[in-house]
C-alpha cells in the first residue's frame, strides 16, 4: 500500500524565518499529492496539492513540487508566521482511494 | 462549501459502554474514512466505505464496527468502550480517487 515519510518534530522557528518540511512517499500508480494543516482542536483541511509530475501546489505562502523522479513533494514557505503554527500531514493518494498519512509534522512559530 | 459533520467535539464515556460516534457528509461523497488520531503515531484508519451498506476493515479494526444505512451517514461504534480507546477521532469523505478528502472537526472521546 502506500506509505509517506516526514521528517520528526516539532520544528520550531522564529517568525519570519524559512520552513522546509520534507516529504517522501511511496504510492501504487501515479499518485496525487497533498500537504494537510491541523491547527490546534481541529480536523485536517487541504493546504495545498499536486496531481502531476513538475506541478506546484501553492496556498497562503506555501509551496510544494511534485517531484516524481525523487518521489518527493517537500513543503516550503519563505517567512513563516506565528499563524502558521499547526501541524501539517504529507498525503499520497495512489491507486487505492485511501488517504495515507505520516505521522505529522508539528510546527512551532516564535514571534 | 463541502461540510463533514461529526456529532460531538468531546465525549466522555465508562468503560464497557457502548459508543456511537456519528458523521454527516452533505456533498454526496462515495468513500467516507474513519481515522484516529492519538500523539506520536499520526493517523490510523479504522474503517472505511465506498458505498451505501459496503464497509472495510482499515488497518485498527479491532474494537470497533461501522455502518454506512445512508450514503451521507457513517457511523463509528465501540461495542464495549475501553480506556485505550481514548483518542482524537477524525471522520473523512471524498468524491472519487484522485481528489482530497474532507475532514469533520473530530470528536475527542475520554474513556474512563
Known amino acids: 500500500g502506500d506509505s509517506v515519510t516526514q521528517m520528526e518534530g516539532p520544528v520550531t522557528l522564529s517568525e519570519e524565518a524559512f520552513l522546509t518540511i520534507n516529504c517522501t512517499y511511496t504510492?501504487?500508480?501515479?499518485?496525487?499529492l497533498f500537504w494537510y494543516v491541523q491547527y490546534p482542536g481541529e480536523g485536517l483541511q487541504l493546504l495545498l496539492k499536486?496531481?502531476?509530475?513538475?506541478d506546484k501546489g501553492s496556498n497562503k505562502g506555501f509551496e510544494a513540487t511534485y517531484r516524481k523522479e525523487t518521489t518527493s513533494f517537500h513543503l516550503e514557505k519563505g517567512s513563516v508566521q506565528v499563524s502558521d503554527s499547526a501541524v501539517y500531514f504529507c498525503?499520497?493518494?495512489?491507486?487505492?482511494?485511501?488517504?495515507?498519512f505520516g505521522r505529522g509534522t508539528s510546527l512551532i512559530v516564535h514571534p | 462549501d463541502v461540510k463533514v459533520t461529526q456529532s460531538s467535539r468531546y465525549l466522555v464515556k465508562r468503560t464497557g459502554e457502548k459508543v456511537f460516534l456519528e458523521c454527516v457528509q452533505d456533498?454526496?461523497?462515495?468513500?467516507m474514512f474513519w481515522y484516529r488520531q492519538d500523539p506520536g503515531l499520526g493517523l490510523r484508519l479504522i474503517y472505511f466505505s465506498y458505498d451505501v451498506k459496503m464497509k472495510e476493515k482499515g488497518d485498527i479494526p479491532e474494537g470497533y464496527s461501522v455502518s454506512r444505512e445512508k450514503k451521507e451517514r457513517f457511523s463509528l461504534i465501540l461495542e464495549s468502550a475501553s480506556t485505550n480507546q481514548t483518542s482524537m477521532y477524525l471522520c473523512?469523505?471524498?468524491?472519487?480517487?484522485?481528489?482530497?478528502?474532507?475532514f469533520g472537526q473530530g470528536t475527542r472521546l475520554t474513556v474512563v
Open positions: 473523512a469523505s471524498s468524491p472519487d480517487s484522485r481528489t482530497e478528502a474532507f
Open positions: 456533498m454526496d461523497h462515495e468513500n
Open positions: 504510492a501504487t500508480g501515479y499518485p496525487s
Open positions: 499536486a496531481t502531476k509530475a513538475d
Open positions: 498525503a499520497p493518494l495512489g491507486g487505492s482511494y485511501i488517504p495515507t
